[in-house]
């Protein structure tokens, strides 16, 4: 014979298993961004003429701040965004090139090139970055983000695939 | 009218309610007081009811939100007014929040038995930061767009479970629209609904164990109505027509469209964030999360032990001197980090509707200064006609000089040595065709000195190529120029960027049976800068 104590033990127990199971279902949506989309295939995208950058190669201008548009997955769209890139001068990189993230690596703001400081100055909380992407000062805990450029028929191309990894 | 309340009072005991509502007995000393709390609750009231509309005429998406949010602005009907209350009555919420906690901290009314209640308003307040942070990314410009990228990533430099969180906020490896989705979600539903839940146990509690009253004896007592309820209600009207008075001399400011792209844009959080911000430039490499969770954590941590730190007998300041000062240092910490993170906020964004903003100097000056700089004549001038300190002695500063050169010398001495300007006027162009502008900014210099590279970069270099397209030959500009085509002032509001840059390269497909020549040969980072150089001349 059931007892009171039995319904109520039973009675809450169903209710939390409900519960529980919505929450569940609630929690794996909402928790849904944590799950990384598996290693790209090499994304190349075009960045300019590598005459254009002859100069920087030769060690006579400073780095160049490029656009690169590239497809992003981005909630439940796919978006084309542009994305600000400094191309450097990287001596050991068969293009003797490499490109710099303009994202400080601090809290994300936009660096940008500073010609009269001869460093990427960042806005927001005093960060520098030297013309290699080296911490020079402030609070950023690593360089910039550097992406390899390869040159392939006279186009200088960015690696993207290493981006959102 | 009599039957009636019988009516609600046999079937909902509403009078018995209203009773004991307006009966219950309240402090007479320090009343006023008493009424922050209750103003705190009516800019609530105020959220919640200009929220809902602001809501009947959003679009969460990185497409729509700013747009939806400019047309609230500019075009539908009481949306300006809306929006300035929705956006005044976000901080006087903080505000008085704030100001409702510091008196029950200074009066120790957590102590026993209201501990529980201390703890709900601390709640109370995160939830408030939490409609503050989720709220502003809303608009999708320029503020809301990187005050959200740096508030996303500061969990992210946390051990272990740091970068998971802050992927969890942004809904993805970067602030786009699943962010927006997400706070829009919270800020409209979830927040919501546990404020209201919080704000009814804050005031079930309240009402439970009665008000502290003042520090000390004697504590005489009077019904809430009508005195008290004459206070809160004197607060709250003030703090209303405060708000509309804001609303309407204030307008919420509307920044241009979110651009990832533009690292010329020094993103500042709103004031009552800015302590934190301003925390975050102390702490370098491995110690950050010091600035980002330890020291608002342990904060919040001892605020929230408060009512079991100090638990003595009396409520009197001068027997909390110790409690007192550690409130008082921390409260003084808070403000001062907010003195200092508003002394480096620099003035200079382009924004969208900021009337603010400074108007930028004549396009001109702005092609002069651009050949000034690549006809390498800082070499010998200095920066900005400026010499630095350790020049050789043949550096001729040219900036605020007494007596300026006649022009046709300038111009000599600048086709002597000046460099040449690389070959690439195609079309048959004069190589020398910049040295009007140039002279013009010299001879600015002389006068006034200008500095430019302060200026933000699209202003620059679009004001630059304003000048080199030589668009002055059919547009006035500040006054000065052709009269071909329309004016280039008033543009914002009316056109946007995106607008402009379509229409510089194909100007018959926007304005059909337009004698403008396109544009389109011009690189679209130079469209886009002369864009934002248009739309803020005033």
């Known amino acids: 014979m059931p007892t009171r104590r039995t319904f109520t033990l039973a009675a809450f127990g169903t209710a939390l298993t409900a519960a529980s199971s919505v929450s569940g279902a609630v929690l794996a949506f909402v928790l849904g961004p944590l799950r990384r989309r598996a290693p790209q295939e090499p994304m190349l995208l075009d960045v300019g003429p590598a005459s254009a950058f002859e100069a920087l190669r030769a060690g006579a201008a400073g780095p160049e701040e490029v656009l690169v548009e590239r497809a992003v997955e981005d909630g439940y769209m796919t978006r084309r965004v542009k994305e600000r890139f400094a191309v450097v001068r990287d001596g050991r990189a068969a293009s003797g090139l490499a490109a710099l993230a303009t994202t400080c690596s601090h809290l994300g703001c936009g660096v940008s090139w500073d010609r009269g400081r001869n460093a990427f100055l960042c806005p927001c909380h005093g960060g520098v970055y030297g013309p290699d992407g080296a911490v020079l000062a402030g609070p950023p805990p690593r360089p910039l983000t550097r992406l390899p450029l390869v040159v392939i028929g006279g186009r200088v191309q960015l690696d993207a695939s290493a981006l959102d990894a | ?538």
């Not at chain 2, 009552?272 to 490499?285: E, H, N, R, V």
């Not at chain 2, 904060?299 to 001068?318: K, N, Q, T």
């Open chain 2, 1 to 538: 009218m009599k039957r009636l309340f019988e009516f609600l009072e046999s079937r909902a005991s509403l009078s018995s309610l209203w009773r004991a509502f307006a009966d219950e007995p309240v402090s007479v000393r320090r009343a006023w007081f008493f009424t922050l709390g209750s103003a705190a609750l009516v800019a609530l009231l105020v959220q919640f009811a200009s929220g809902f509309a602001l809501a009947l005429a959003y679009a969460p998406t990185p497409d729509h939100a700013w747009e939806s949010v400019k047309a609230i602005q500019t075009r539908l009907p009481a949306g300006a007014l809306v929006r300035g209350l929705h956006h005044w009555g976000a901080s006087a919420m903080v505000l008085f929040v704030a100001l409702h906690m510091a008196r029950t901290f200074v009066f120790g009314a957590y102590r026993r038995p209201r501990e529980l209640n201390w703890l709900v308003g601390l709640a109370l307040l995160l939830l408030v930061l939490g409609f503050g942070f989720t709220g502003y990314l809303l608009p999708w410009d320029q503020k809301a767009y990187w005050a959200t990228v740096v508030g996303t990533r500061v969990p992210a430099a946390l051990p272990i479970a740091g970068a998971a969180a802050s992927r969890l906020m942004a809904g993805g490896p970067t602030v786009g629209a699943a962010t927006l989705t997400r706070f829009y979600a919270l800020h409209v539903v979830l927040l919501p609904l546990l404020t209201f839940v919080f704000v009814a146990v804050h005031l079930l509690l309240m009402r439970r164990h009665g008000h502290a009253g003042p520090t000390d004896e004697p504590d005489p007592r009077e019904p809430f109505f009508p005195y008290q309820a004459a206070r809160d209600g004197a607060l709250a009207l003030a703090l209303v027509l405060a708000l509309f008075w804001l609303a309407a001399r204030h307008p919420a400011p509307l920044e241009r469209l979110a651009d990832p792209t533009d690292t010329s844009y020094v993103p500042r959080p709103e004031w009552y964030f800015l302590p934190l911000f301003q925390l975050l430039k102390f702490f370098k490499g491995p110690f950050e999360p010091i600035g980002t969770a330890v020291l608002p954590g342990v904060s919040m941590l001892l605020l929230a032990l408060v009512p079991w730190l100090d638990r003595g007998a009396s409520r009197r300041p001068r027997d909390r001197r110790l409690v007192l000062a550690a409130g008082g240092a921390g409260a003084a910490l808070l403000l001062g980090l907010l003195y200092f993170g508003a002394l480096d906020t620099p003035k200079g964004n382009v924004s969208g509707l900021d009337p603010a903003s400074q108007p930028p100097p004549d396009a001109r000056l702005l092609g002069g200064f651009a050949s000034y700089e690549r006809r390498g004549c800082a070499s010998c001038h200095g920066a900005e006609g400026r010499p630095a300190a350790d020049a050789s002695p043949n550096a001729v500063g040219l900036a605020a000089r007494a007596h300026v050169l006649a022009g046709d010398a300038v111009a000599a001495h600048v086709k002597e040595k000046g460099a040449k300007p690389a070959a690439t006027e195609e079309d048959g162009e004069s190589p020398d065709k910049d040295i009007p502008s140039l002279l013009a900014y010299v001879e600015a210099l002389g006068r006034d000195g200008p500095r430019f590279s302060a200026l933000p970069q699209p202003i620059r270099v679009g004001g630059a190529a304003i000048d080199r397209e030589d668009c002055r030959q059919c547009h006035q500009l500040y006054g000065e120029g052709g009269r071909k085509g329309p004016a280039l002032q008033h543009l914002l509001g009316k056109r946007d960027r995106d607008w402009l840059v379509a229409h510089f390269k194909e100007p018959k497909k926007l304005v059909p049976g337009s004698k403008m020549p396109s544009f389109r040969f011009l690189p679209d980072a130079e469209l886009s800068a002369m864009s934002d150089y248009l739309l803020a001349v005033p």
